[in-house]
C-alpha cells in the first residue's frame, strides 16, 4: 500500500506508483470464512521501514526494465 496525500488514503502500489514517501503493509491475523477479522485490533496497517521500501523499488525497477 502507499500513502496519497492527495487523496488521504491508502492505495495499492500498482495504482499509486513507487514515487511515494509512505508505503506500508496490511495485517490480517486470522480472516473468517465470512471474510472479516474477529476483532478491529486483528487489523493493522503497518508503516514499511526505508530499507524495506528501497528493496522493493529495486525489485520493482529490475523487474520492471531488467536493468540492475
Known amino acids: 500500500m502507499a500513502w ?8 495499492s502500489v500498482a495504482k499509486a506508483g513507487f514515487d511515494r514517501d509512505v508505503f506500508a ?8 470464512a465470512g471474510g472479516d477479522t474477529k476483532t478491529d485490533k486483528s487489523r493493522r496497517t ?6 524495506a521500501v528501497d528493496a522493493l523499488r ?8 531488467g536493468v540492475v
Open 4 to 11: 496519497v496525500d492527495d487523496a488521504a488514503e491508502w492505495r
Open 58 to 65: 529495486r525489485h520493482h525497477t529490475i523487474t520492471s526494465t
Open 25 to 32: 503493509v496490511y495485517v490480517w491475523r486470522f480472516v473468517r
Open 46 to 51: 503497518l508503516q514499511l521501514p526505508s530499507q
